[in-house]
């Protein structure tokens, strides 16, 4: 079992249920992302980067896209409870699968320019590491 499978697991059953769908998702939009733990919950990486981040808990599931992925956004998250980075789906709503779908794109576009960015970066400097 992986970390993640082992956080799943150990998940509220209504959470669990939504986390998989999540997690589901996520993987089929990046399916060379990395899966991990970071700040003990679930998390998935490219290209050496956080891309989104999703936790169980009671009453609701919390999926974080980081700022940056939610501000193209703001009008499909209006209805739900947001932080700095982070939205709550609660449990007695459905859970917008296509919205997170949405987010994970917006978030892959992202950490693929960076990388980009990076890499010419590196070239422009003769390959040094600066």
């Known amino acids: 079992?992986?970390?993640?499978?082992?956080?799943?697991?150990?998940?509220?059953?209504?959470?669990?249920?939504?986390?998989?769908?999540?997690?589901?998702?996520?993987?089929?939009?990046?399916?060379?992302?990395?899966?991990?733990?970071?700040?003990?919950?679930?998390?998935?990486?490219?290209?050496?980067?956080?891309?989104?981040?999703?936790?169980?808990?009671?009453?609701?599931?919390?999926?974080?896209?980081?700022?940056?992925?939610?501000?193209?956004?703001d009008g499909e998250l209006a209805a739900y409870k947001q932080g700095k980075g982070s939205v709550q789906f609660p449990h007695d709503q459905p859970l917008p699968l296509e919205l997170v779908r949405q987010m994970v794109r917006a978030r892959v576009a992202e950490v693929q320019a960076l990388a980009a960015s990076k890499r010419a970066k590196r070239a422009a400097n003769g390959g040094s590491q600066t």
């Open 1 to 73: 079992m992986t970390p993640i499978d082992v956080y799943l697991a150990s998940a509220p059953e209504q959470a669990r249920q939504r986390l998989l769908q999540i997690r589901q998702v996520v993987l089929a939009e990046v399916p060379d992302g990395v899966e991990t733990l970071s700040y003990a919950i679930p998390t998935v990486d490219l290209a050496g980067q956080h891309l989104v981040h999703f936790a169980g808990f009671a009453h609701h599931v919390g999926f974080y896209p980081t700022p940056s992925g939610m501000a193209a956004f």
